[in-house]
């Protein structure tokens, strides 16, 4: 299996982004993947057979996709239209429909693009630290019903033209997409996705090679000692290995209230082995459902095409093909915040090739924030992460990497609104000495405090503004993909807004205004997520090798 790290982006403006020190919109890193191809494949084998004519009609206009299809109205295959959104800074059509009888949700962004998207998601929040979300993401990749060969999935990746495969394991959901320029190999990649997400086999010796078994240590020899191995074991005994990601684990463990954060979704090694292959079974048949899934198209390929693929694919097969229940999986439900402030101690494995063995430890103060829902809040506090971390004038560069006193920012620095349903800022350093610690919380203490009360130079604020209108006008190939996945992180905690999650210029308007008017707009924001006595929900956590 193939870790697959997300390309950053500073297109999509929508909420459910992590703002990384650098002032760099990215996907969450705490996605676990299968595998990618990021380039058509220069196979010469020919793709299998499109079981649709290929479309002589396109979207050349996305306008006109509003006017044919309204509020209220009925697609081929049973969907009804339940939104309509036309964004003409990106120029672009999004619908919201639903299937009546299975409840799918489906969201389709027409636009003269011929980079055609899919991705379907469910929701699969963690009731234990078995992994089960993560194996299953590699199990229902292994083989289905219309694709009984081993591993299709890896298999396509030499036949197909794909931009883009993949797969991910997030905390709360699980997430199938791809990307291609060819509407033939769009069909023949959105039924080999579909099969394995809907209908895989799930052997059990394939469970025993993506989770876990015990295997001699000598395949040959009976006598040698009995070992755990599993693809999806060994890369969490990798991942969690690692201070680092360590690290960013423990901070969302402890901040996030909701009790699922007490879990590892990826699978804790000690732990996976208590998962059973029906187990397994069982998380896909109540998870992998029609009422529990989110399907995602982009492209210029008109919406029936797609319409009619679904329903012969899946949902005419209803739920009593698959035996899934009609209930649909609810989203995380926030917990109660803290009535003080904590702290939290960690112990890491220490690092042989560290520059100085004295400086090996890592703090943060960590906060949680808003409602990740709105969306207005969390571009405000993006811009606010960018404002306090991104480049050397900001006040974090200056107080804290300018003292000297550690290497880099601490793991997980900046602000996230797409782990779970409260968003959350971390701002500390790695590379510090123990007796520092103190020091770094002062630190952190004290520029929050000035910032709130100084505020920040206009000059910065505009420059920041002018970034994201630049971002707009320039768009690249993988604009699609990026948004399929980052409306897919904000989709499955909750109902979706068009018009809040996809429409930048009225958000900067709004910080216009308020900036306009003399308001003290981001130090209200300081003051009312960043400082003790209004939010006690603070988090100090550390991190030291175990001597």
């Known amino acids: 299996a193939v870790r697959h790290v997300a390309p950053q982006s500073t297109v999509v403006p929508v909420a459910g982004h992590r703002t990384l020190s650098s002032g760099i919109s990215a996907w969450s890193s705490s996605s676990s993947s299968l595998s990618s191809s ?27 996709v509003a006017g044919q299809y309204g509020v209220g109205a009925e697609v081929e295959g049973g969907f009804r239209v339940e939104q309509v959104e036309v964004v003409e800074e990106f120029n672009m059509t999004a619908l919201q429909l639903r299937h009546a009888a299975s409840g799918a949700q489906w969201v389709h962004v027409a636009r003269a693009d011929p980079e055609h998207v899919f991705a379907v998601g469910f929701r699969t929040a963690p009731s234990d630290s078995t992994g089960v979300s993560h ?62 997400a ?28 009995l070992e755990l191995k599993g693809i999806v074991y060994n890369e969490m005994k990798g991942a969690l290995s690692g201070a680092e990601d360590l690290f960013m684990y423990r901070l969302q463990q402890e901040l996030h209230p909701s009790p699922s954060f007490r879990f590892v979704s990826g699978g804790n090694p000690p732990a996976i082995p208590s998962l059973t292959w029906e187990g397994l079974r069982e998380f896909h048949r109540t998870r992998y459902t029609p009422s529990n899934a989110h399907f995602f198209t982009y492209g210029d390929l008109p919406l029936e095409r797609h319409a009619r693929r679904f329903s012969q694919l899946v949902l005419d097969r209803g739920a009593s093909a698959t035996g899934a229940p009609a209930a649909v999986v ?95 800022f971390s701002v500390g350093l790695q590379g510090i000495a123990v007796d520092d610690v103190g020091r770094v919380g002062a630190i952190v203490e004290a520029t929050l405090r000035a910032s ?62 308020a900036l306009a008017d003399g308001r003290p707009f981001f130090q209200d924001l300081v003051r009312r997520y960043l400082l003790p006595e209004n939010n006690p929900h603070r988090l100090l956590l550390t991190m030291s090798p175990d001597p």
């Open 330 to 424: 609810p989203p995380l439900e926030p917990g109660p915040r803290w009535a003080e402030p904590r702290r939290v101690h960690a112990t890491c494995a220490p690092d042989p090739m560290a520059a100085d063995p004295a400086k090996q430890t890592r703090a943060a103060v960590a906060y949680l924030a808003n409602d990740s829902a709105d969306v207005f809040e969390s571009f405000s506090m993006q811009m606010l992460s960018t404002l306090l971390m991104g480049g050397p004038a900001s006040p974090f560069y200056r107080s804290l990497l300018s003292a000297n006193i550690g290497s880099d920012y601490a793991p997980g620095s900046g602000y996230d609104s797409r782990s779970g349903p409260q968003a959350t």
């Open 198 to 225: 809907f209908h895989p086999t799930l052997a059990r010796s394939d469970f025993q090679q993506e989770g876990w078994r015990l295997e001699h240590a000598d395949v040959h020899d009976a006598t040698s000692p």
């Open 452 to 513: 709130a009360e100084e505020g920040f130079e206009r000059q910065r604020i505009n420059g920041i503004i002018h970034s994201l209108e630049l971002s707009q006008r320039h768009q690249g190939s993988e604009f699609g993909l990026r948004l399929g996945a980052s409306l897919m992180g904000a989709w499955v905690k909750g109902p979706l807004d068009f018009g809040e999650q996809l429409c930048l210029q009225p958000h900067l308007d709004r910080v216009r205004a």
């Open 38 to 64: 990021s380039s058509p494949s220069s196979s010469s084998a020919a793709p299998t057979t499109s079981t649709l004519p290929e479309e002589e009609v396109r979207v050349t206009k996305h306008a006109e």
């Open 135 to 196: 194996i299953l993401e590699h199990t229902a990749l292994c083989g289905s019903e219309r694709y009984p060969v081993r591993d299709p999935f890896f298999k396509m990746l030499t036949r197909s033209l794909s931009t883009f495969m993949n797969a991910w394991t997030a905390h709360d959901y699980t997430m199938y997409p791809f990307a291609t320029t060819n509407a033939r190999d769009f069909d023949n990649l959105l039924g080999v996705y579909l099969d394995a």
